[in-house]
């Protein structure tokens, strides 16, 4: 089988033909499409990205490519990976590989020109296919009716592939989630066998591929594989809530959202505040995350930032002024996932918040005779209640006014 050049934009971007001219010149052969590019290729998904495999060595690709005024990254170099940047695009650029010896958590490699033994280390059969310059292809383990049919499925033995790399239980279900359809009944075994050695793992690495997973349009089949091989159990805290996962998959498909990993995390924990604090605890997940995560799923403190999908229109500026946008649409999505109401008119109106601001400062006060301190912090406040219970509407010398009434 062969890719056709002029249906696959990839194929002659000028980019992507520098950096191959750079590598493999004329009528050589010593550097091949690989993986995600080719696999999308063949399975009518947009190729983002493009990864090359190589003859070269890293020292040669380098060469190569600054000889061509293309330049190269070394991201990866021990493990044989460089990056190249033409017209502003990067290209991982990786030397053929086979493995020396592996642990479960990481692989010695040592370098090769033999394509076959590079397809042969690599995890999934649709993972492993070559594409030449001209799009025809080496597909040495049936790779392509793999990814023409949806399929994820192991080189080799899947029990031992996972002993070489444990991560590869993750991928699976990634893969699945985002390439597959029904999961390869052996793979799926093998993984729940192994599923207790994801304990060996550093979470960071466990937190990335739980995040793609969760990135996928419909990952809740695959989720739902996951519980009832209790693969989820060595890296989640706490009970997970399939349903609330679910009903959040429903609603983006069914309202043509976008897929939110991170409410999609915290419908996995139920939304709970204390899973989730010891989620991002154990998946040592950034600050962003945690500050996003935890303030979604916090029970409500005031009536202000009580609502509930459909509220009126002033209730929800209220909350939106408390909460902000972020905070206040990952809550109404979350009700709406438990069947609290249809919350998108309350995301769009989030859409188009913009925050307002208090018509007073304390200076303002200070020039109206008021002493600097404490009190006058809690006369800011007082009015600040007061601006939020008008609706907004009390302009500069409606406060003023209310400030020296309140003064009396």
């Known amino acids: 089988m062969k890719l056709d050049p002029s249906q696959h934009a990839f194929l002659r971007a000028p980019a992507t033909l520098a950096v191959m001219d750079a590598l493999s010149p004329g009528d050589t052969d010593r550097a091949r499409y690989v993986g995600g590019c080719v696999r999308n290729a063949l399975q009518g998904v947009r190729v983002d990205d493009v990864d090359i495999a190589t003859q070269l060595t890293p020292q040669q690709t380098v060469q190569a490519l600054e000889a061509a005024g293309i330049k190269a990254i070394p991201t990866g170099l021990d493990h044989g990976t460089i990056t190249a940047v ?17 642990d479960g958590r990481r692989a010695v490699v040592a370098f090769t020109t033999d394509w076959a033994l590079d397809a042969g280390r690599r995890d999934f059969r649709l993972n492993a296919i070559y594409a030449r310059r001209d799009g025809s292809l080496f597909d040495p383990f049936d790779g392509v009716a793999d990814a023409l049919a949806h399929r994820v499925v192991f080189i080799g033995d899947p029990d031992q592939r996972l002993a070489e790399d444990v991560l590869r239980i993750l991928r699976f279900y990634r893969f699945n989630a985002w390439y597959g359809s029904d999961l390869d009944p052996e793979g799926h075994a093998a993984c729940v066998r192994a599923a207790p050695k994801l304990v060996e793992l550093a979470r960071e690495r466990v937190w990335k591929e739980i995040k793609k997973l969760l990135g996928a349009p419909d990952p809740g089949a ?50 709970d505040v204390t899973t989730v604090r010891s989620l991002c605890h154990q998946m040592k997940a950034s600050n962003a995350e945690t500050t996003r995560l935890a303030a979604m799923c916090a029970e409500p403190t005031s ?6 999908p459909g509220s009126d ?13 972020q905070t206040f649409s990952d809550r109404m999505r979350l009700a709406e996932a438990r069947g609290d109401g249809d919350a998108e008119s309350d995301l769009e109106a989030a859409a188009h918040w913009r925050k307002p ?45 209310l400030a020296s009434e309140v003064r009396g």
């Open 222 to 271: 695959v989720a739902k594989a996951m519980q009832e091989g209790h693969v989820f159990d060595p890296v989640w805290p706490g009970r997970l809530d399939l349903n609330l996962l679910l009903s959040i998959i429903n609603a983006d498909r069914g309202k043509r959202r976008a897929p939110d990993t991170l409410i999609r995390a915290a419908a996995l924990c139920g939304g």
């Open 313 to 325: 229109a002033r209730a929800r500026r209220r909350a939106l002024y408390a909460l902000g946008a």
């Open 86 to 102: 033409a017209d502003g695009q990067p290209f991982e650029i990786t030397t053929l590989r086979k493995d020396v010896s592996t």
């Open 357 to 401: 601001v208090l018509p007073v400062t304390g200076r303002d006060l200070i020039e109206q005779g008021f002493e600097p301190g404490p009190d006058l912090g809690a006369l800011m406040k007082t009015l600040e209640t007061r601006w939020i219970e008008s609706d907004f509407s009390l302009d500069r010398q409606a406060l003023l006014a």
């Open 303 to 308: 009536d202000a930032v009580a609502v509930r």
